[in-house]
């Protein structure tokens, strides 16, 4: 038994903002309430810290198969408890692509001797051939939980519209990267600092908004849910608004890095600051923080994009793989750029990271409640951290790297087993 005393419990789901006892047993919370007294357990002292829902990041790469330089399942749920998660959802662009059912059974089994919750999308397309869906219903009766093409966008708008069709049938939903590459120039760096620092032509705004304005009138049509990742733009935000004020099932989500910097950070940190869609302007950053604010966005995800040294630090930087490592500096950005700044509360910065995340794929997960799952993080929302390059993931290619940031995990709690402590 696990007894969790005088912490702030903190939980979106009932809006229980008090200083409880929680006690944990056999993998659940049997009981939440001021003072409990239980003899023989194990007591973690919570005193002036935060009790909240394991978090939960429906958007991570752990490079397995086939990438295991960078990172694998193992690191990257190593990752994930560090920096306060409990369950993750894996992208499906690994080598081979979770396109198939060998494929994917070999990522769930590895995946299930983790500690934390790791589950996987499969693709939406066959080996991201971007014309031919994989068996959708197959691959949910063999545990995939949703499907995304996530890093190549959908060219074809004949087959959002198929692939949509086919979700929606099977009462699930597709998650879309959206970056049309006719569209766009040089990934990862925003065309106005790729025009004026870099000389080359960038990453485009309409090459998000004009794809993403595509395909929620196409869920507003098929009456389908569809899912934007990591939006960057303020236009990109008004047009989730637009189609869900017609009433289409559209939802999204946001990275930290997109509301904590702009491409300013490219000047500084260099290759750790390219990813895809890339650091934008103020304006849109201002934009994603206001769609936050507004519920338009609903979930803060991290796209955990782990590469190695050798391929970031290459001679030019136009060349280096896009992406950085997200989960063990996710929270911190969100209380430092959004509760500190005085943008969301904190319960409004947990709920994005917890419960709404775990109710879009109805995950049994997000929530404190007693006979709930005893998956917990436990922070000091105040601390002062300066991240440095020790990292749990294999990889260190963070550009927050040398910056003080709020907020230390003290302990990530999952199924009732202390899964990391500092
Ligand atoms: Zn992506």
Known sequence: MLLIKNGRVMDPKSGLDQVCDVLVQDGKIIKITPEIKEEGAEIIDASGLVVAPGLVDIHVHFREPGQTHKEDIHTGALAAAAGGF????????????????????????????EKINVKTVATITKNFNGQDLTDFKALLEAGAVGFSDDGIPLESSKVVKEAMEEAKKLNTFISLHEEDPGLNGVLGFNENIAK????????????????????????????????????????????VEFAQGLGAQVTAEVAPQHFSKTEALLLTQGSNAKMNPPLRLESDRRAVIEGLKSGIITVIATDHAPHHADEKNVEDITKAPSGMTGLETSLSLGL???????????????????????????????????????????????????????????????????????????????????????
């Not at 995950?363 to 991240?387: M, W």
Request: aromatic share 8%; glycine share 6%; charged share 20%.
């Open 86 to 113: 409990t369950t993750v959802v894996m992208m499906a662009n690994t080598s081979p692509t979770i396109s198939d059912i060998e494929t994917l059974k070999e990522v769930l089994d590895s995946a299930a001797k």
């Open 196 to 239: 004026e620092h870099f000389h080359i032509c960038g990453a485009t705004g309409v090459a998000e908004y004009a794809m993403m304005a595509r395909d929620v009138m196409i869920a507003y049509a098929t009456k389908a849910h569809v899912h934007i990742q990591h939006l960057s733009k303020e236009e990109s935000v008004k047009v």
């Open 336 to 422: 430092t750029y959004l509760v500190e700044a005085g943008e969301l509360s904190l319960m409004e910065l947990l709920e994005k990271m917890t419960y709404n995340p775990s109710k879009l794929y109805n995950f049994e997960a997000g929530y404190l409640a007693e006979n709930g799952p005893a998956d917990i993080t436990i922070f000091d929302a105040k601390a002062d951290r300066l991240v440095d390059s020790h990292f749990a993931s294999k990889a260190a290619n963070s550009p927050f790297i040398g910056e003080t940031l709020k907020g230390q995990v003290k302990y990530t709690i999952c199924k009732g087993q202390i899964v990391y402590q500092n």
